[in-house]
C-alpha cells in the first residue's frame, strides 16, 4: 500500500488538496503534529471538497509515534534531494511504501532526512524556483508511484456515478 506522510503542515487548503489527492488515489494519510491548522472541516472543507470523509487519515503527536506504528520503506521529498522520484523502481518493494513531504515553510529537518540520504528525492526544475507547492508536488509524486504500480485498480475513465464512461462518443457531430 502507498501512503503519504506530512510533517508538520502549515497552510490547510494545501492539506485539503493532499487530502482530495488521497480520496482519488485511495493512499492512505498521516499527518504528523504539530498542524499549522485545526483539522476542522471550515478549514480544509473547501480544498478537500467534500471528499474528507472519503480520505483514511491519521494523525500522530510527532515523528516517533508515526515511526513506532508504520513499516515500511520511507522516500523523503526534499528540496535537497538529488535523483528525481522517477530514477526508483517503486514495484521492487514488498512492504508498504511511505512518502514523507515537510512543512511549507522549513521541509523534513536535517535530524531525520541524515538518516535517509539514499531515499531523499527532488523534483527537477529551474533554478529560477525553489520548489513547488506542497499539494502539486504530492499529487506528481503519487502518481509517479502508481504510474509504475500500473495504477493499481484506479478506473481510467469516468465513472458512470457522473457522466460515464461514454460521455465523449455522445457528442453529435
Given at each position: 500500500m502507498?501512503?503519504?506522510?506530512?510533517?508538520?503542515?502549515e497552510?490547510?487548503q494545501?492539506?485539503?488538496?493532499?487530502?482530495?489527492?488521497?480520496?482519488?488515489?485511495n493512499?492512505?494519510l498521516h499527518?504528523i503534529?504539530?498542524?499549522g491548522f485545526?483539522?476542522?472541516?471550515?478549514?480544509?472543507?473547501?480544498?478537500?471538497?467534500?471528499y474528507?470523509?472519503?480520505t483514511?487519515?491519521?494523525?500522530?503527536?510527532?515523528?516517533?509515534?508515526?515511526?513506532?506504528?508504520?513499516?515500511?520503506?520511507?522516500?523523503?521529498?526534499?528540496?535537497?534531494?538529488?535523483?528525481?522520484?522517477?530514477?526508483?523502481?517503486y514495484?521492487?518493494?514488498?512492504?508498504?511504501?511511505?512518502?514523507?513531504?515537510?512543512?511549507?515553510?522549513s521541509g523534513?529537518p536535517?535530524?531525520i532526512?541524515?538518516?535517509?540520504l539514499?531515499?531523499?528525492?527532488?523534483?527537477?526544475?529551474?533554478?529560477?524556483?525553489?520548489?513547488?507547492?506542497?499539494?502539486?508536488?504530492?499529487?506528481?509524486?503519487?502518481?509517479?508511484?502508481?504510474r509504475?504500480?500500473g495504477?493499481?485498480?484506479?478506473?481510467?475513465h469516468?465513472?458512470d456515478?457522473y457522466k460515464?464512461?461514454?460521455?465523449?462518443?455522445?457528442?453529435?457531430?
Amino acid at each position: 500500500m502507498n501512503h503519504i506522510v506530512l510533517y508538520n503542515p502549515e497552510i490547510p487548503q494545501n492539506t485539503g488538496n493532499i487530502m482530495r489527492t488521497c480520496a482519488a488515489t485511495n493512499t492512505m494519510l498521516h499527518l504528523i503534529e504539530p498542524l499549522g491548522f485545526s483539522l476542522d472541516k471550515k478549514n480544509v472543507r473547501r480544498s478537500a471538497a467534500n471528499y474528507l470523509e472519503h480520505t483514511n487519515y491519521k494523525v500522530y503527536k510527532d515523528w516517533n509515534e508515526f515511526l513506532s506504528q508504520n513499516k515500511g520503506t520511507l522516500f523523503f521529498m526534499t528540496r535537497y534531494g538529488q535523483v528525481s522520484p522517477d530514477k526508483m523502481d517503486y514495484n521492487s518493494f514488498e512492504e508498504d511504501i511511505y512518502l514523507v513531504f515537510g512543512s511549507e515553510s522549513s521541509g523534513v529537518p536535517k535530524e531525520i532526512l541524515k538518516e535517509h540520504l539514499d531515499r531523499c528525492f527532488r523534483l527537477p526544475m529551474t533554478s529560477l524556483v525553489r520548489s513547488l507547492n506542497l499539494s502539486n508536488t504530492v499529487a506528481i509524486v503519487i502518481y509517479e508511484v502508481l504510474r509504475q504500480q500500473g495504477f493499481n485498480d484506479l478506473i481510467t475513465h469516468e465513472p458512470d456515478i457522473y457522466k460515464g464512461k461514454d460521455f465523449l462518443s455522445k457528442f453529435e457531430e
